[in-house]
């Protein structure tokens, strides 16, 4: 332990009160579903809420250090707005049961029976990413930048950590989700180019509705050429993702494709209901 020479003894208390609290050991109680952010506890240290089966769908910008190290100041806190809050805004639309900010990207959580739904929102953000964000930064500063996106889904932990109040002013406190989801989406994100979204295996399995897995049939350009009317198997297996113990899963699968400009929106309409049962392969 750190000695009582080694730090001031108000600083000491407050490691020591940590230790303590661990010492105790935790409480979990199951929970079917997300909770809601005002149920998740907070005054009783040593207890969290365990939730099956989350989606975790996270977005990070590309080339923010750049953008932070450029001349362009106004122009960087405009991307970092843009970025953010359509990320923010369109998770929250397409009923992602919890959203934060990370860095300089953002993380939305589906439940389990929400699988489509996340894979519409991701494909959706990495349409604005690819047609509006990329286009409007580069114009505007020269600057080439687009998304990271990855998706993982496996069991959460979570409560909040940190104060009840601090002085008068506000409440330091924020939910802390422990568990492989967000860690795992964030590090699958990070191995993305620009114009890629890499999912989980165990993800992938769960999203194999022909709406996801293949192309609508519109013309798309192979080898130089225009095919039409043939509907391309869309994703790319990656088997070597856990070369060097990263992951806690063998293979993940890579999608460059975005919305069709002609059936964007007739799929996306389509894999939203996959979750109710609405819709069949």
């Known amino acids: ?22 010492d105790d050991g935790t409480s979990i109680t199951e929970e079917n579903s997300l909770p809601e952010t005002g149920k998740i ?10 939730t099956p089966e989350v989606i975790c769908v996270y977005v990070g910008m590309i080339s923010s250090t750049k953008l932070s190290a450029s001349n362009y100041d106004n122009k960087t806190a405009g991307a970092y707005q843009l970025f953010t809050g359509v990320a923010i805004r369109l998770f929250h639309e397409f009923e992602a049961p919890y959203i934060d900010v990370k860095g300089d990207g953002v993380f939305s959580l589906f439940n389990g029976d929400q699988a489509y739904r ?15 964000f990329s286009k409007r930064i580069l114009m505007d500063t020269d ?18 950590l940190g104060l009840r109040r601090y002085g008068d002013r506000t409440e330091r406190q924020n939910e802390v989700w422990a568990g492989k989801p967000v860690n795992m989406a964030a590090k699958l994100a990070s191995m993305s180019k620009a114009g890629e979204l ?16 293949y192309s609508c049939g519109c013309n798309y350009e192979e080898d130089g050429r225009r095919v039409e009317g043939e509907n391309k198997y869309l994703w790319e297996l990656k088997d070597d993702i ?38 069949k392969s």
Request: one cysteine or more; proline letters at 3%.
């Open 198 to 213: 890499y999912v989980s295996e165990r993800y992938f399995k769960k999203i194999q509705d022909k709406h996801v897995t």
């Open 41 to 50: 506890p907070l005054d009783n240290p040593n207890h969290w809420l365990r």
């Open 143 to 160: 600057i080439e930048v687009g998304a990271h996106i990855g998706i993982d889904q496996k069991t959460v932990l979570v409560r909040k």
């Open 118 to 132: 996340a894979i519409a929102a991701a494909v959706s953000f990495k349409t604005f990413s690819e047609e509006v």
């Open 1 to 22: 332990m750190i000695g009582a020479k080694q730090l001031p003894s108000r600083f000491l208390e407050v490691i020591e009160e940590q230790v303590a609290i661990y």
């Open 242 to 279: 856990n070369e060097d113990g990263t992951f806690d899963f063998d293979k993940a699968y890579i999608l460059k494709s975005k919305w069709c400009e002609v059936h964007g929106k007739e799929y996306c309409e389509a894999i939203l209901k996959l979750d109710n049962g609405t819709s």
